[in-house]
């Protein structure tokens, strides 16, 4: 099921004329979604005459569904890849399959260098070529060089989307190259209506949808992530007495993530505003906290973030970042 406001940016957007796009914004807005959106559109066979979209029935459609599409190219970390199930090349995936290295978190330079070689090839179902890039942060300075010249004089028929999560972090002269398009937030009826048709009931739809900031993909992804969703409301307390087991079940990175919500809404209440993430009650036992602590606490969070994705310990990691956010919450003013 495409979600409404996906599916209305998809009629926006295809509306439009151009070679490049740029979707931004904060994650969980459905970046990746409506890219796969554009380009079943673009190769559709029997498209929307009033401009909907894709037929979702045709053999482009069935062929973008089982990840064959031989005029579609997805360029996404091989991290990402192996979870959405796209097809690595088979140079990659034997070096994984041997062991030689992990799968890569960026989008490698051989990655986008096959893509630009995919993009200068005759299409093959006479509907165009799509290039489809995401998250287009992900790309290194290498490999964001390596599009640029196709990005900015194409060869024949081809289209590029690029998704971004974070698309400050692009160079400014791929970002000059693509129409923007700022991904729309949904209103909360609206998500908490296709999270209940995800089977996620809406007691809980609606407590992730707070604690995701009202990104609702983001709130399926922590309802899938195996962490217990009833367990959100009891975290200043468990981070107020220093229970490390609390995130037993935790990455460093969703943990950080946490933490950064948990102090930006003892730092909202500091000011006399209304927390975002959490419910105000959940908050009152989290311990005296100072502003200065919590400010610097909030800087601490910001450093950590630029570490979360290194191989470090995490049941150490897990222990440092509970002991800091303990000393924090219970500082006096």
Not at 39 to 52: H, I, M, Q, V, Y
Not at 56 to 77: F, K, Q, R, Y
Not at 138 to 163: H, R, S, Y
Request: glycine letters at 6%.
């Amino acid at each position: 099921m495409t979600p409404p406001w996906i599916a209305a940016q998809t009629r926006l957007l295809l509306a439009q004329r151009g070679h490049a796009w740029l979707l931004h914004g904060p994650s969980g807005l459905g970046q990746y979604t409506l890219a796969m959106e554009l380009a079943r559109a673009w190769l559709c066979e029997k498209p929307d005459t009033n401009g909907a979209g894709a037929c979702n029935t045709c053999g482009s459609c069935h062929a973008i569904d089982v990840h064959t599409h031989a005029d579609l190219c997805v360029l996404l970390p091989e991290t990402r890849m192996l979870e959405l199930d796209w097809p690595l090349s088979a140079e990659a995936q034997k070096e994984i399959d041997e062991k030689k290295r992990k799968p890569s978190k960026e989008i490698r330079v051989e990655a986008m260098r096959t893509a630009v070689e995919f993009s200068q090839r005759t299409n093959a179902r006479g509907r165009g070529k799509v290039v489809v890039i995401f998250p287009a942060e992900q790309m290194n300075t290498i490999t964001a060089n390596t599009l640029l010249k196709t990005l900015e004089e194409p060869v024949g028929d081809v289209k590029f989307v690029l998704a971004s999560e974070s698309a400050h972090q692009l160079l400014p002269t791929i970002r000059s190259r693509c129409l923007g398009h700022a991904m729309h937030w949904p209103d909360t009826a609206s998500s908490l209506e296709w999270l209940q048709a995800q089977d996620l009931p809406l007691p809980q739809a609606q407590l992730l949808l707070q604690a995701t900031g009202g990104r609702p993909e983001d709130a399926l992804a922590f309802a899938n992530s195996g962490r217990n969703p009833a367990s959100w409301a009891a975290l200043p307390k468990a981070v107020s007495r220093g229970d490390v087991a609390y995130f037993k079940d935790w990455t460093p990175a969703q943990m950080v993530d946490a933490l950064h919500k948990l102090c930006h809404d003892l730092l909202a209440c500091h000011v006399g505003a209304q927390p975002r993430f959490f419910a105000a009650d959940t908050l009152a036992g989290a311990g005296g906290s100072s502003l200065h602590a919590l400010t610097d606490w909030s800087h601490a969070l910001m450093r950590s973030t630029r570490t979360v994705e290194h191989p470090f310990n995490a049941p150490l990691m897990h222990e440092a970042l509970v002991a800091q956010a303990q000393s924090a919450l219970n500082s006096r003013p």
